[in-house]
């Protein structure tokens, strides 16, 4: 950068107006005098994936929906901290899960199982099996867990109707599970602050975990929005970045165009002339790994290629529909005794009665089967799932609005979601079968992957790239451990990703809570190469 931008302020570009964008952006704008911030954003709202859509009331029992992104773990510190900064709040759900279908098949977190009776002897060795991996780490901790199921010797159906599932719901890995480092696994399970489950050795999965359903997503981006317009930010929607033209000494320069995210089918189409922006002095490109690779095109170097490379996606679809007797058909939506398997102590006993609603549970979560998440696997294929979602069962607006504990909608009004995965596996979706009359909204998204070759490339090589010829890397691609719950990836989870960026360049982290502090720090170490502490950068 030439001698005197040094005594400028420098004029910051950030590609995608998503949760990474915003949030870097967030961070800079701290700092007016020392940054000028410049967003550019293909589509006409910010916010990214994470999307809400209106709802007929009358019949669905609120007046929105969040389609995209819907709820997280407790631990995405820095995600409540940003609603909260704007006046919306998260609310709590106790989490109900169904997998499978019929009793060869299904298994649940409510009440004791048939079919996991029948893997008693792998569930209590998965428990010792994890032990392991978190001691051998370095080692195991890099394996697929499809290797680790045959090294110790697991059954298949043990699998593919258990282990794949519960990783490819709660981890948003979908059908690239089975490739899915064995470190992930153990998170899920042993982690002390980023846990899900309690691990037992009887049912695998043995309570109800709490999680957390967002506010109106439209409605808060809008108003972060419209905080940073008053902050000096210069949002700038329907605009593409067609190219990167020029990164030196000097600074960026981008080519851009219109952009209108409604025409073509809603798949978009430029309007207008190319034009070339002005010089930006820092760039962050706050977009999928894909993207940012075609965008630096020639300028891209070789480590930029080979990292961003690395990183592989997938083409999935949701449709958000209230064809319930479609869910009846895939999923077992509903207790069933023929599903339950004979208590084997007072726990279960108590499960079971819950699931009749004969009685609340441990925190007084009114009593009932009421599952939120759904898989079933293929026949053809086990390795493959489907995912749906009880929207009106874990949404809190469908119970809320009513002033109730449970939401009290018909179940033929209740609104679902169905993810079908991985476009090139079309043949085996069940897709047709959903009622064309009852669908609501169709919504395609590109999904990153989730093989240990990303933790093995892309992690490790984020240091590499991250702040090299004032280029830095803010998408959730970049992310070191996954977050829950899909539809889509999350990039709402952790925004600490995107904070770095801006403390990297200067900004200050702003300390609101001891966990969140240390999830900043480990990611600024592993993925920019650089330690914190006390407000200070180490290299």
């Known amino acids: 950068?030439?001698?005197?931008?040094?005594?400028?302020?420098?004029?910051?570009?950030?590609?995608?107006?998503?949760?990474?964008?915003?949030?870097?952006?967030?961070?800079?704008?701290?700092?007016?005098?020392?940054?000028?911030?410049?967003?550019?954003?293909?589509?006409?709202?910010?916010?990214?994936?994470?999307?809400?859509?209106?709802i007929d009331k009358e019949k669905y029992g609120t007046s929105w929906l969040n389609d995209g992104v819907q709820g997280g773990s407790p631990i995405f510190k820095h995600t409540f901290n940003f609603f909260r900064r704007y006046g919306h709040e998260p609310q709590?759900?106790?989490?109900?899960?169904?997998?499978?279908?019929?009793?060869?098949?299904?298994?649940?977190?409510?009440?004791?199982s048939q079919l996991v009776d029948q893997f008693s002897s792998d569930i209590k060795k998965f428990g010792k099996v994890l032990t392991l991996i978190k001691w051998t780490m370095p080692i195991?901790?890099?394996?697929?867990?499809?290797?680790?199921?045959?090294?110790?010797?697991?059954?298949k159906d043990f699998g593919d109707k258990m282990v794949f599932p519960l990783i490819a719901l709660f981890l948003g890995t979908g059908n690239q599970t089975a490739n899915v480092s064995c470190a992930i696994l153990e998170r899920l399970f042993d982690d002390p602050n980023m846990k899900l489950w309690d691990y037992d050795p009887e049912t695998l999965l043995p309570n109800l975990p709490t999680m957390v359903t967002f506010p109106h997503l439209e409605n808060f981006y809008g108003d972060w929005a419209a905080d940073l317009r008053s902050k000096g930010v210069d949002i700038r929607l329907n605009t593409d970045v067609t190219a990167i033209l020029c990164r030196s000494n000097k600074g960026v320069i981008l080519q851009t165009q219109l952009f209108d995210p409604d025409k073509n089918d809603h798949q978009g189409e430029h309007t207008g002339p190319l034009t070339k922006t002005d010089n930006f002095d820092e760039m962050v490109m706050a977009v999928l790994a894909d993207d940012a690779k075609k965008l630096?095109?020639?300028?891209?170097?070789?480590?930029?290629?080979?990292?961003l490379g690395g990183a592989r996606f997938f083409d999935d679809i949701t449709i958000t529909h209230s064809d319930s007797k479609y869910f009846q058909q895939n999923y077992e939506t509903r207790f069933d005794p023929e599903l339950c398997a004979k208590p084997k102590s007072k726990q279960q006993e108590d499960q079971i009665k819950f699931a009749k609603n004969e009685s609340t549970g441990l925190d007084g979560e009114p009593g009932g089967y009421r599952p939120m998440y759904y898989t079933h696997s293929y026949p053809e294929d086990p390795q493959k799932i489907e995912m749906s979602f009880d929207c009106t069962n874990y949404q809190h607006q469908f119970r809320m609005d009513h002033d109730a504990d449970k939401?009290?909608?018909?179940?033929?009004?209740?609104?679902?979601?169905?993810?079908?995965?991985?476009?090139?596996?079309?043949?085996?979706?069940?897709?047709?079968?959903?009622?064309?009359?009852?669908?609501?909204?169709?919504?395609?998204?590109?999904?990153?992957?989730?093989?240990?070759?990303?933790?093995?490339?892309?992690?490790?090589?984020?240091?590499?790239?991250?702040?090299?010829?004032?280029?830095?890397?803010?998408?959730?691609?970049?992310?070191?451990?996954?977050g829950f719950n899909a539809p889509p990836s999350p990039p709402m989870r952790f925004f600490h990703k995107r904070i770095a960026a801006a403390y990297r360049m200067g900004a200050e982290y702003e300390k609101f809570d001891d966990f969140a502090q240390d999830f900043f720090k480990k990611y600024l170490l592993i993925s920019h190469g650089v330690r914190y502490k006390a407000g200070k950068k180490q290299q």
């Open 407 to 482: 939401a009290p909608i018909p179940y033929d009004q209740h609104v679902f979601q169905s993810i079908f995965l991985d476009k090139t596996n079309r043949h085996l979706w069940t897709i047709d079968r959903i009622d064309e009359d009852k669908v609501i909204e169709k919504k395609w998204w590109h999904q990153l992957g989730h093989r240990w070759q990303h933790y093995a490339r892309v992690v490790p090589g984020m240091m590499f790239i991250n702040g090299k010829n004032h280029t830095w890397f803010a998408g959730s691609w970049t992310l070191v451990v996954r």
């Open 140 to 155: 195991l901790g890099i394996v697929p867990v499809r290797i680790m199921l045959r090294m110790f010797f697991f059954s």
């Open 1 to 54: 950068m030439s001698e005197m931008l040094q005594n400028e302020k420098k004029h910051v570009v950030i590609i995608g107006a998503g949760a990474a964008g915003m949030s870097c952006a967030a961070t800079l704008a701290q700092h007016p005098d020392k940054f000028h911030v410049t967003i550019i954003e293909r589509m006409s709202v910010t916010g990214g994936q994470a999307t809400s859509i209106p």
């Open 92 to 112: 709590e759900v106790k989490l109900q899960v169904s997998f499978g279908k019929g009793t060869d098949s299904f298994w649940t977190n409510v009440f004791p």
């Open 296 to 307: 630096l095109g020639k300028t891209a170097t070789w480590k930029e290629k080979f990292v």
